[in-house]
């Protein structure tokens, strides 16, 4: 992730927030799906990421507590305890704590290369276009 996509966003996080920046081989990127980063975070109200697209690479964003809202695609999905969502960051996103909320505790990745594209596409195509679901406990 080492090109310039422009964004802007604020870190709203508790302290005990998480993020490990991942350093993968060039061999390795070159030959399968790789993690770039990942965490757990600990957002409060002003927490947001607003990014105009670009960036090679797939997040995945899981909801333990508290509640997020993603702009993506024209949709705008309420992100509960127990929801994820699956972007393509190559698109324009919009993600933040839900200010009526006020907290959004989630773990997420992004990650990148193989056949990472296919899993994407097949997850939107079995989720009726939607880049939310829901897992149970």
């Not at 080492?2 to 350093?23: H, Q, R, T």
């Not at 127990?82 to 909320?101: E, H, L, S």
């Not at 056949?115 to 880049?131: D, I, M, R, T």
Request: proline share 4%; aromatic share 20%.
């Amino acid at each position: 992730m080492n090109e310039f996509v422009p964004f802007n966003y604020e870190l709203d996080l508790s302290p005990n927030s998480v993020w490990i920046k991942a350093i993968p081989t060039p061999s390795t990127k070159d030959r399968f799906v790789y993690l770039q980063e990942c965490g757990e975070f600990y957002s409060n109200s002003r927490h947001f990421t607003r990014r105009k697209g670009g960036l090679q690479s797939y997040l995945l964003e899981y909801t333990l507590a508290g509640e997020g809202v993603l702009e993506y695609e024209g949709q705008v999905y309420s992100l509960k305890a127990g929801d994820f969502f699956w972007i393509d960051c190559v698109q324009p996103q919009y993600y933040y704590t839900n200010p009526k909320v006020g907290s959004w505790h989630t773990i997420w990745a992004h990650f990148y290369g193989g056949n990472s594209e296919y899993y994407y596409e097949q997850f939107v195509a079995l989720n009726n276009g939607k880049h939310k679901a829901t897992l149970d406990n």
